[in-house]
C-alpha cells in the first residue's frame, strides 16, 4: 500500500540497459557490515527530478527477499613464491553464532594449488585447472564478530608454471541423502577427514551437504 505522507527519501541509481537480456538494471552496492548472509528487500520506484509537482516518483513496486553475500578479504603473498616455498594466505570476514551459548563458528575454508589441465600456459583462463594439493585452513575469532584464517600452501619444485592459489569457502549443512562424492574425496585430498571437522558442523554418523558460498584465486607465475 502507498504511504499516507508524499514526504520519503530516495536512494537514487543510474539504470543501464543490458542489450542481451534486454532489460534495464542498476548496480546497487550495500554495506552490510558484520552482517552474515542478511536478507535484503528493496522498494523500488522510477524517479523523474525533473517533472511537475506531484509526478517525480512513481508507485512503489517491493521486491523478493534476496541475500547479500558477507564480505570476504583475502591476501596472498606471492613475494615467497618460489619453488618448494609456500604461499601464506590470509582470508578475513564475518562469520556467524550458532547454539544455545551463540558460539562463534565458520565453514569451511579450504586452499588449493592448481595447475592448467593439459599443461598449455593459457594462465587467463578460468576453466581448465585442476588441483595438484589441498589443505583446510583453521579460522580463529578476531573480535566476537569477525573471523581470521591464516593458511601456507606448499610450492613444488620445480614449478609447473604457471599455477593458481584458489580459495574456497564451504559451508556445510545437515542432509538425509549420502555426503556428496566431490566433497568427500575433497576433505580426503586435504587429509582431512570428516570427523575432523569441528562437531558444530559435521559428524561422521550425519549425512552432509554443502554449498560453495565464497571463491578467489590468484596466478602464481
Same mark, same amino acid.
Given at each position: 500500500s502507498e504511504?499516507?505522507?508524499?514526504?520519503?527519501n530516495? +536512494?537514487? /541509481?543510474? #539504470?543501464?540497459?543490458d %542489450?542481451?537480456?534486454? &532489460?534495464?538494471?542498476?548496480?546497487?552496492d550495500?554495506? $552490510?557490515?558484520?552482517?552474515?548472509?542478511?536478507?535484503?528487500?528493496?522498494?523500488? +520506484?522510477? /524517479?523523474? #527530478?525533473?517533472?511537475? %509537482?506531484?509526478a517525480? &516518483?512513481?508507485?512503489?513496486?517491493?521486491?523478493?527477499? $534476496?541475500q547479500?553475500v558477507?564480505?570476504?578479504?583475502?591476501?596472498y603473498?606471492?613475494?615467497?613464491?618460489q #619453488?618448494?616455498?609456500?604461499?601464506?594466505?590470509?582470508m578475513?570476514?564475518?562469520?556467524?553464532?550458532?547454539? $544455545?551459548?551463540?558460539?562463534?563458528?565458520?565453514?569451511?575454508?579450504?586452499?588449493?594449488?592448481?595447475?592448467?589441465?593439459h599443461?598449455?600456459?593459457?594462465?587467463?583462463?578460468?576453466l581448465?585447472?585442476?588441483?595438484?594439493s589441498?589443505?583446510?585452513v583453521?579460522?580463529?575469532?578476531?573480535?566476537?564478530?569477525q573471523?581470521?584464517?591464516?593458511g601456507?600452501?606448499p610450492?613444488?619444485?620445480?614449478?609447473?608454471l604457471?599455477?593458481r592459489?584458489?580459495?574456497?569457502e564451504?559451508?556445510?549443512?545437515?542432509?538425509?541423502g549420502?555426503?556428496?562424492?566431490?566433497?568427500?574425496?575433497?576433505?580426503?585430498?586435504a587429509?582431512?577427514a570428516?570427523?575432523?571437522?569441528?562437531?558444530?558442523m559435521?559428524?561422521?554418523?550425519q549425512?552432509?551437504g554443502?554449498?560453495?558460498?565464497?571463491a578467489d584465486s590468484t596466478?602464481?607465475?
Amino acid at each position: 500500500s502507498e504511504l499516507a505522507t508524499p514526504a520519503v527519501n530516495v +536512494a537514487g /541509481f543510474a #539504470p543501464r540497459y543490458d %542489450p542481451a537480456r534486454q &532489460l534495464w538494471y542498476a548496480e546497487v552496492d550495500l554495506r $552490510v557490515e558484520r552482517a552474515y548472509f542478511p536478507f535484503v528487500r528493496l522498494a523500488l +520506484a522510477r /524517479f523523474q #527530478p525533473i517533472s511537475v %509537482p506531484g509526478a517525480h &516518483l512513481s508507485p512503489v513496486v517491493l521486491s523478493d527477499f $534476496v541475500q547479500v553475500v558477507p564480505h570476504r578479504s583475502v591476501e596472498y603473498q606471492l613475494t615467497s613464491g618460489q #619453488p618448494g616455498g609456500l604461499i601464506p594466505v590470509t582470508m578475513r570476514g564475518p562469520s556467524y553464532a550458532v547454539g $544455545v551459548r551463540r558460539q562463534l563458528t565458520t565453514s569451511v575454508m579450504v586452499l588449493r594449488l592448481e595447475r592448467r589441465e593439459h599443461g598449455d600456459s593459457h594462465a587467463d583462463e578460468p576453466l581448465g585447472w585442476e588441483p595438484i594439493s589441498t589443505s583446510i585452513v583453521n579460522g580463529s575469532s578476531v573480535d566476537g564478530h569477525q573471523m581470521q584464517w591464516i593458511g601456507r600452501i606448499p610450492l613444488p619444485d620445480p614449478l609447473p608454471l604457471p599455477l593458481r592459489v584458489t580459495v574456497l569457502e564451504i559451508e556445510l549443512h545437515r542432509t538425509d541423502g549420502r555426503p556428496p562424492a566431490d566433497l568427500l574425496n575433497l576433505l580426503k585430498t586435504a587429509g582431512s577427514a570428516i570427523h575432523d571437522i569441528p562437531a558444530l558442523m559435521a559428524g561422521q554418523d550425519q549425512p552432509m551437504g554443502y554449498r560453495v558460498v565464497f571463491a578467489d584465486s590468484t596466478v602464481v607465475g
